[in-house]
């Protein structure tokens, strides 16, 4: 039976299941079809609603938020260009799998569908990037439909929801009933994963000679970094990662392999193209990550354990399937270990060989500034344990090539869509979330510039995210495809002549900021910007214009070939 309680009208029952769901924070902007919410919110003191200055940076705040906490980031719009304005970022949470709940103000239920004023369709333009959306006919349902949001976003594989909540049924009052349990139709996620198929997968790996774990973000979500750790150790078997994946493992001990794909390391492509047995854990075998899929591990049996059954098999077929919580597989797999297993010395001493044969290098120039050198001087200031937010481009893979994640929910970044203009909002929730470690964003002039409006955000709220602006006036990452195989012909990817001078306009918005031009500025800045924690700090470092991010695998190519720094660039090795 569901909890009764007092006599509320909709936008009362808001925030009262807002409360019940243990929601810190509303990332918002106001508007018609809200203004009873807004009311409401007034007078509202155990929630506190943080005004974006863009709906689009109020979902990548939430997206922050969330990947930061693990728990649901909340965004609140009106109707019309207010809830089009966040299906950008509504579409970043689903493909990177965030957990989100986005509630759009509508206008009044008898005036949809005759295209009234700022009336958008929200619910079939956001069909295809969530999980699940409602449109709430009847304030009898709000307080239900609004658990169920909760329910689907946070269970099974993580991600947006959205609730559509028209202005009369935010005025409508009825007795405020709060269902003891969920229950939804069709929605039955597998967590226990099935017994046999896991002792199946231990025998496998006891056998293995050359086994390789590949992680994806999946691990973190689940909460089973501390499980993969002790089997990874216990069994002597690297850990290779994807983007969303680095931190699961930690990137200090010795069987860390780094990043795989199209920016990883040379080892952990090589160390996939030569295992006997690859054991994908919350990965999705992406694009980016396996290359030419027929050329894709070729010599493993595949074992892929994931929670959302629609994963498996969709881009690489695998030997061993297991649908079920990664952290219930993980630690299912360490008790059904057989005692006798294979050593894998003779595969260490060859992952080496590689390590040794490629390792990941830059070099200091006197006068100039690379990327790469910055972020290593922040891991190294930071000891691998900041929270680290990218903005998408070249600076994004340096930072997964150079900054050495040791702990989970450590890089917040744009994966499966690759959004511009997601770093400085992003950083900004995840600030809110995580307070007592830093939280260090690393941008291009370019991305920065998409929604450099939220810098209003930050400052007002006084907080205390470093930002770091990598600028080489250009699109670096687009220049770079340019050089390689579009002729050389930079076609509007140089920003020099139209990039405003960044210190200048940072401090029209109230941010302490600092430039860098040399190796030794940047250590200085770095290290000051480390220590500043009175709000929001910006430093500007001018990096070398024509750098480019290897190792590379062309698109379309075997992680195999791979275009290396220290060769030509045009050769494949």
Known sequence: MPQSGPTMNGSEIFFECLRRENVEYIFGYPGGALLKVYETLYDVEDIKHILVRHEQGATHMAEGYARATGRPGVVLVTSGPGATNTVTGITNAYMDSSPMVIFTGQVPSSLIGNDAFQEADIVGITRPITKHNFLVKDVRELASTIQKAFFLATNGRPGPVLVDMPKDILNASCT???????????????????????????????????????????????????????????LDIPVTMTLQGLGAFPASHPLSMGMLGMHGTYWANQAVNKCDLLIAVGARFDDRVTGRVDTFAPQAYKIHNDIDPTNVD?????????????????????????????????????????????????????????????????????????????????????????????????????????????????????????????????CGDGGFMMNIQELVTAVHYKIPVKIFLLNNSFLGMVRQWQELFHAEKYSFTDLEASNPDFLKVVDAFGCKAMRADTPAEAEAAIRSALDYNEGPVFVEFRVVKKDMVFPMVPAGGSISDMLLERLNPKTMV
């Not at 002792?199 to 050359?210: L, S, T, W, Y």
């Not at 005692?339 to 100039?368: F, L, N």
């Open 176 to 234: 405020f009933e709060w269902p003891e349990s969920v229950d939804i139709r069709g929605f039955k996620p597998t967590i226990k994963c099935h017994q046999n198929q896991i002792e199946k997968a231990a025998h496998k790996i006891a056998e293995a000679k050359r086994p390789l774990l590949y992680i994806g973000g999946g691990v973190i979500s689940a909460e089973a970094s501390e499980e993969l750790r002790k089997l990874a150790i216990e």
């Open 314 to 442: 969709k881009n690489v077929k695998v030997d061993l399937p297991i649908v079920g919580d990664a952290k219930n597989f993980l630690a299912g797999l360490l008790e059904a270990m057989p005692e006798k297993r294979e050593k894998h010395d003779a595969w260490h001493a060859e992952i080496r060989q590689w390590q040794e044969q490629c390792p990941m290098t830059y070099t200091v120039e006197e006068g100039s500034l690379k990327t790469e050198f910055v972020i290593d001087q922040v891991s190294r200031q930071t000891e691998g344990n900041a929270v680290v937010v990218t903005d998408v481009g070249q600076h994004q893979m340096w930072t997964s090539q150079y900054y050495r994640f040791n702990n989970p929910r450590s890089i917040i970044t744009s994966g499966g869509l690759g959004t511009m203009g997601y770093g400085l909002p992003a950083a900004i929730g995840a600030a809110f979330g995580i307070t007592d470690r830093p939280v260090v964003l690393f």
